[in-house]
């Protein structure tokens, strides 16, 4: 193999790839990135773990065609610290040679027929807004739990129809729930996947608003594509719990303030907090109040404006799960929907519900923090 590529196309490229390499293979060639140059003016380069594959492919001058399997993470090292002129590659029996300028770097080669086949890409099942779907599927999969033991719950679900996607993801504590439009393929039957969070999260990466992403589910694979970029992987067993009846509909208290304001006062009156103690919302007609603490390890107190429809309302949260949700909201005013003290609530931005919502349990707590100091 012998070509020359930009520097910086090798670099994104390779840095993309890498999102498939563990960072301790099981086998020795799993630490490996796969170039190969056998398309005429073109260089793919691809990750691969077992479950997830990464792909991508680039434009370079080919003087002559191969495959070679080198260090994946040497390489991107290397090529991330190259001058910003043309890379060399050529192969030299055993080894690759990167020459960019006057640097010069000599990688020794992977055994290529140990190095498992790739999966290949499945057919398309639609098309999505690139940047939209990222933007929710980051947001949803901030709920998903992190306990091992428990690996059904580190999914996102998708749940698919001819025109629309529904993402979801819980951790017991808390469900996040998206809505978003997309272009089935013709004919597609509704279903449903449970993709692990790691693998969106890696491919929002790469996602664009305004550009369109292809996606495709089979009985054991998600695929997402967009221009030259590919990632697979593969799904989780199982389903969520079912949560639509969850989400209440009826509500007796609704109150709206700004999102980042109502997140700063959270945080300042969290330094006060002892380990998984709760924060208290006294929610009243003009203002919402947060208060922690008890008169042995200090108490805090602050307030913002607030807008309340219903009745007035005192709940507590784990700081750290309101904290997170009042970052999923995305958007300047944030909407609490409450019935009672015990039931969860429901939060959005104001007239945003069908595009993304979180509930959120409450603590059941008996009340220790004076409201008054």
Known sequence: MKLTIERDDLADATQWALRAIPSHPPVPVLAGILLDAQKKD????????????????????????????????????????????PVLLAEDGTDLVLTCGKARFTLPTLPLEEYPALPKLPAASGTVDGGLFAD???RVAAAVDRDP??????GVQITYDAEHLLLGATDRYR???????????????????????????????????????????????????????????????????????????????????????LAAVVGRV??????????????ADGEITVRAGTHDTGTGLDSLDATLEGDPLTIAFNPRLLTETLHGIAADRVQLNLTTPVKPALLHAPDQAATYRALLMPVRTTETTPKEE
């Open 42 to 85: 073109t260089l793919g380069i691809s990750g691969f773990n077992y479950y997830v594959s990464t792909r991508a492919a680039e434009q370079a001058e080919t003087a002559e065609p191969g495959r070679v399997l080198v260090s994946g993470r040497l390489l991107a090292d290397i090529v991330k610290a190259l001058p910003k002129r």
């Open 270 to 283: 969290s330094l006060v907090l002892a380990k998984n103690a709760p924060l208290f919302l006294d929610i």
């Open 175 to 261: 469900f996040n729930v998206a809505e978003l439009p997309w272009t089935a393929k013709a004919k597609i039957k509704p279903g449903k996947v449970l993709v692990p969070a790691e693998i969106l999260k890696d491919a929002a990466k790469v996602l664009v608003a305004g550009e369109q992403a292809t996606l495709a589910f089979t009985p054991n694979m998600f695929a997402v594509s967009v221009s030259d970029r590919h990632l697979t992987g593969g799904l989780i067993d199982g389903d969520l719990p079912k949560y639509q009846s969850l989400f209440p509909t009826e509500f007796a208290t609704v109150a709206t303030a700004a999102t980042a304001e």
């Open 149 to 154: 033991a428990v690996p059904v719950l580190s």
């Open 136 to 138: 929710l599927a980051t």
